[in-house]
């Protein structure tokens, strides 16, 4: 993998050339303590070292709310609405990439969802590694601590005003000469950011699942009858906030609205959470998951054991959102994980 060199001081003018084609995110920290993608203004002031930003950043890819039809009842026409617009989201750490990643494969999956498709193909991702590790993050132990690909470029801080800079796409490596030619990294300069990404991530292993992370799907496939659903879902508010924080959830409703005079309309999705009662109800007030256990359950199945199924890799890539999002306490995959692995027999 090609690898630069970028000073600090030079990163005004990247920023500031990037931004006059594409709509440009960094992050940075909000006034109430929490730290949030803003979009860059020429002088925003970038959290480094940030350690976690809670709103998950698949909304650049799915927003909450997007249109997806609009239809002429009068002329019984529709025609599909695309808005991709062109965006860089930069200083995304690698759990998120891995997250979108894993939107990429699941999107394509069946009938490819061009909604998706079109904007993921407007975006480009800018990895930075991590400097501080989430009190609630286990992404070390799931496999999520590094990435190979999902990224245009993977920026890691290698001394007090320098970043090394890994090319993921030619995209990429086109928009870090976008201001001026950058050096190319030596191998002392590859070694630094090698071992500041070590040195991260043994941190981050602080936090760790009992057993390796590709046992999981055998775990729960062990565990559907555990006494632990019912116990931890008895307090289940079901507020959906761990579905709307985790930036591997994807699930969405469909809205058709038509105005006042019955003329026009749109049909548009929004983000939707298999933790609120009303997610699984279809018609005749049927609800195939009415209990808060089912609900419950299905949650770290998915996590757990359905998306491996498809994908081969856990539903799950440790940012601890929804630990933090979860009011009743119960919305950790690292501690659920666990707790089954204790009380099951160990006999793989
Ligand atoms: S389940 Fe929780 S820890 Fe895992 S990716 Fe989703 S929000 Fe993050
Ligand atoms: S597990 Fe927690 S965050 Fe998720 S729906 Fe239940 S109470 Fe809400």
């Not at 548009?268 to 279809?282: I, Y």
């Not at 359950?297 to 998915?302: A, G, K, L, N």
Request: charged share 25%; net charge neutral; with cysteine.
């Amino acid at each position: 993998m090609d690898a630069y060199i970028v000073h600090l001081e030079r990163l005004p003018a990247l920023f500031n050339a990037w931004a006059k084609d594409s709509a440009l995110s960094v992050p940075s920290a909000t006034p109430e303590g929490f730290y949030e993608f803003i979009p860059w203004n020429g002088e925003a002031e970038i959290a480094w070292d940030y350690d976690l930003i809670y709103n998950p950043p698949k909304r650049f890819v799915m927003p909450a709310k997007e249109t997806l039809i609009s239809f002429d009842l009068k002329d019984l026409q529709a025609k599909p609405v695309f808005e991709a617009p062109a965006q860089i989201v930069f200083g995304m750490h690698p759990y998120d990439v891995k997250a979108i990643s894993q939107l990429d494969q699941l999107m394509e999956l069946g009938i490819p969802d061009q909604n998706y498709l079109k904007r993921r193909e407007a975006t480009v991702i800018m990895a930075l590694t991590p400097q501080s590790v989430a009190e609630t993050a286990f992404w070390a132990s799931v496999g999520a601590e590094e990435v190979q690909h999902g990224f245009d470029l993977y920026w890691t801080k290698i001394g007090p005003a320098s970043f090394l800079v890994e090319v993921g796409s030619k995209k990429g490596e086109e928009l870090l000469h976008a201001a001026a030619p950058p050096t190319r990294a030596t191998v002392s300069e590859k070694e630094a950011a090698r071992r500041a990404k070590i040195k991260v991530n043994q941190f981050a292993r602080r936090k760790q699942l009992l057993y390796n992370w590709e046992e999981t799907p055998r775990l729960l496939a062990k565990n559907w009858d555990s006494p632990l659903w019912r116990k931890n879902s008895e307090t289940c508010l079901a507020c959906g906030s761990c579905n709307l924080v985790c930036p591997t959830c994807y699930c969405f409703d469909l809205v058709d609205e038509v105005d006042d005079k019955l003329e026009t309309g749109t049909r548009s999705r929004s983000w939707d959470g298999c933790m609120l009662t009303s997610f699984a109800l279809v018609a005749g007030d049927h609800n195939f998951r009415p209990k808060a256990l089912d609900r419950y359950r299905h949650r770290y199945f998915r996590k757990g054991k359905y998306i491996y199924d498809k994908i081969g890799e856990l539903g799950c890539v440790g940012c601890g959102r929804c630990v933090r999002a979860c009011t009743a306490n119960i919305a950790n995959p690292l501690a659920v994980f666990n707790a089954l692995w204790e009380e099951s027999t160990h006999a793989f």
